[in-house]
């Protein structure tokens, strides 16, 4: 049973990172992607199917360790970047 | 850096195209936190208003991410198990073939080229027709080997699909274009 802490994907990939309650960490967020996984696995028969969930949830857990969370711009840096390409569309102009 | 941040303080929600901005103030914490930033714009706020936004963004971010970990990763499995599926079924009858029939399976292998040209001539030994076997020589070897199988050796289209791997609808419609081909040439040559 997964007790769903409606914490946001941040969050969440905020505890993966730091090995805070990792398993429930990993698993609600798998449960946000089950319609998603589903869609892949409803063609696969059941073991096929459980082996690929499997083995997404230990490539999601990686992945997400290796995820940066300080990569986004903050609303200035976006404003600006976004300022920026639109000039550069005008010149192109 | 400031007029950027007036710029958008100072734009109205509704005349705001950007998505990923609308998104953002769509949740209300987030427009409360705009609103406030707009009403006050001190360091504070506007500090407050560029903390959310940056988790916005990623939470942007690893949904994208994520789905896109997804897609790749299952097109991988998809592919992966589709190989096994080819190698076990090989594996499986490896087991159960024994060194000797092994061997035969090899010889069968190499002598297979040999053994289609005495095919091909087998059929065409048998033919007395002129037209037919004017019209036989014509034909790739490839479709010689296939009417040769099923009219002479009785194998089915599927059997022939089998021993050629390819499909069993490839070799239905290659015999029929064949005897299509053989019909014309008997009403042409017959005339």
Known sequence: MIIMTNLGLYELTYKIKKDKEKDDAIMEIISLFEPKIKTKTKTLDVHTGEDLKQELTIEITKALKRFDLERAPNLTEYMKNKQHKEKEGDSCE | ?191
Do not use: W
Request: glycine share 2%; hydrophobic share 35%.
């Open chain 2, 1 to 191: 850096m400031q007029s950027q941040m007036t710029y958008i303080l100072d734009s109205d929600f509704d005349n705001i195209t950007d998505p990923i901005l609308r998104s953002f103030l769509n949740t209300k914490s987030n427009y409360e936190l705009f609103i406030r930033a707009k009403k006050h714009p001190c360091g504070e706020n506007i500090s407050k208003l560029n903390r959310a936004f940056k988790k916005h963004y990623t939470e942007i971010q690893l949904i994208s991410y994520i789905s896109q970990l997804i897609n790749h990763y299952s097109r991988d499995f998809y592919r992966k198990k589709s190989r096994e599926k080819y190698f076990y079924v090989y594996a499986f009858e490896n087991e159960y073939i024994l060194d000797n029939k092994n061997f035969n399976q090899q010889l069968e292998n190499n002598t297979q080229e040999v053994e289609s040209l005495i095919e091909i001539s087998s059929l065409l030994e048998a033919i007395q027709d002129q037209t037919i076997y004017e019209t036989l020589i014509r034909l790739t070897d490839r479709q010689l080997l296939i009417i040769n199988l099923h009219f002479v050796h009785q194998l089915s289209h599927t059997e022939i699909a089998e021993k050629l791997k390819v499909s069993q609808q490839s070799i239905s419609k290659t015999i029929k274009k064949i005897l299509n081909k053989l019909r014309d040439s008997m009403e042409t040559g017959g005339n």
